[in-house]
């Protein structure tokens, strides 16, 4: 099932008891983390909330109900992008990635259904008045602040928007990007914008002061379809849409139009704020900010985005997350992009059977990947490769496992890790871009990085003694005992 919008999506979790609607009043000011976190911490990641009337800092309830937890659980992300499993879109993927020319004109036909489904996906112009300017607040009517931004930890340095669509264009190629970048709100109509270097906003954002332009369009979007608010998290390749990328994962094109500096908006966003950000004024210090690191983000210099427009629907519905400690809702994003990008990493490293991400490992810090094993120093080349991937690229730990080692089981994985390896020979130190977020790196966005070699050794890589079998039960037994198993009384 595709859905139009956010409140589609919402009602859907409703209906099929996936959502909790909270009618007491709940302050923007730590009691909604506390709240969620509570509930992303439950195991499989609870239910999504909506809170009703959730408290300003000046205790008055706004308008505006916050939604949090939306896409917390594998159930909900599979829901969210119109499957029953993810899995799904990883097969469409690779249908689509798959270099086999086909070899006959039965072949060229049974073909042609995948490709024609691109051509039904791309974002498509809202014809009307798009439904996110049902109400439109300019310049001195715009107040930011009556939206319901959570301050989430205590040591925050203050309200931060936490699900932001933000909105840029190249201003050489008019090739646009869409971000989730989080905004740290300073006043009615100012917020910082926390643009990492490695991301497209950012790089944007050089171009334009790069050409001494004053004025760089910000549009930001909060809320729409769900596909379209996971597409923005996934690390796309360069170049490529990011609202194609959820025209295809909903089956249908997402319908946009131009704000009045030309960027392609979604027209059933909830909310939307327009304005621009000055590359030549000075930055404005960001943070401390409590991160999916589990520590706060020490303060750092962002621009400021000013916004002169803020329209919104009728029953606009605000959408947040909070990260901190694993597990948490970024954990479900994470992992869904794990499942459907799999297809790609295929593509540049064949040999790749599995990888996994844990959430104690926050993203990039550890990488678990099974390979087909196949010559000596495979494991080496498979971990070089992985850090030429794009933002695989701040991988701190990567570890490699032969093809029959489950990945996505942490405690298996360790364990044949930890049996497989000589440390002196096994580990590789290098260097290389590292996470901004990483605090113990020994530069801003530099440091070092680990391999590990769990896979089994061969001779020629040195390895003269007999290598071990793994313990494993024989299969017919392990059938035999599954059959009496109900008849032996153990509970």
Not at 171 to 180: C, F, W
Request: proline share 9%; with cysteine.
């Amino acid at each position: 099932m595709a859905f139009r919008d956010l409140h589609e999506f919402i009602d859907t979790l409703g209906a099929g008891g996936e959502l909790v609607r909270i009618e007491e009043p709940v302050s923007v000011m730590l009691e909604i983390t506390e709240v969620a976190d509570r509930v992303m911490k439950s195991p499989g990641g609870g239910k999504a909330l909506l809170f009703q009337r959730p408290l300003l800092p000046d205790g008055t309830v706004s308008s505006f109900p916050l939604a949090i937890n939306l896409f917390g659980s594998v159930r909900r992300m599979a829901t969210a992008l119109g499957v029953e499993s993810v899995e799904e879109h990883a097969r469409r993927v690779a249908e689509l990635l798959s270099p086999q020319v086909p070899k006959g004109v039965v072949e060229t036909v049974q073909a042609i259904p995948r490709f024609a489904e691109l051509l039904k996906v791309p974002p498509r112009r809202y014809r009307g008045r798009p439904p996110c300017q049902a109400v439109v607040r300019e310049s001195g009517e715009v107040d930011i602040e009556r939206l319901p931004v959570m301050k989430c930890w205590p040591g925050d340095a203050g309200r931060f928007i936490t699900y932001p669509m933000v909105l840029t264009r190249d201003p050489e190629t008019g090739v646009q990007n869409v971000g989730l970048y989080r905004m740290q709100v300073l006043g009615p109509r100012d917020a910082i914008l926390h643009w990492q270097r490695h991301k497209g906003g950012a790089a944007h954002f050089r171009r334009y002061r790069a050409r001494g332009e004053r004025r760089m369009p910000v549009v930001v979007a909060l809320g729409c379809d769900p596909a379209t608010m996971y597409a923005q998290s996934a690390p796309l390749p360069p170049g490529v849409d990011e609202f194609l990328f959820s025209g295809f994962l909903a089956r249908q094109p997402v319908l946009t139009f131009e704000s009045e500096d030309g960027i392609r908006v979604p027209a059933y966003a909830e909310i939307v704020l327009e304005g621009y950000v000055d590359p030549e004024e000075p930055p404005a210090l960001e943070g401390p900010f409590g991160d999916h690191t589990g520590f706060y983000t020490t303060a750092d210099y962002f621009p400021v985005f000013r916004v002169e427009r803020m329209t919104h629907r009728e029953a606009a519905i605000y959408p947040s997350t909070i990260v901190g400690m694993p597990p948490m809702e970024d954990y479900y994003l994470g992992n869904a992009t794990e499942r459907v990008f799999l297809p790609l990493l295929r593509l540049t490293i064949p040999e790749v059977v599995d990888y996994h991400m844990p959430p104690e490992g926050i993203f990039h810090n550890l990488v678990f990947v099974s390979i087909r094993k196949e010559y000596p120093g495979q494991a080496w080349k498979v971990m070089n490769g992985l850090w030429g991937q794009g933002l695989m690229s701040l991988a701190k730990t990567i570890v490699v496992f032969d093809q029959e080692v489950n990945v996505h089981d942490p405690i298996e994985a360790w364990c044949i890790a930890l049996n497989n390896i000589d440390p002196e020979r096994d580990i590789h130190f290098t260097f290389g871009p590292a996470d901004d977020l990483d605090h113990a790196a020994r530069g801003p966005a530099y440091g070092s990085k680990m391999g590990i070699d769990a896979t089994r050794k061969w001779p020629e890589e040195g390895f003269t003694r007999e290598w071990p079998e793994r313990i494993a039960m024989d299969p017919a037994v392990k059938a035999k005992v599954d059959e009496v198993w109900p008849r032996l009384g153990i509970r």
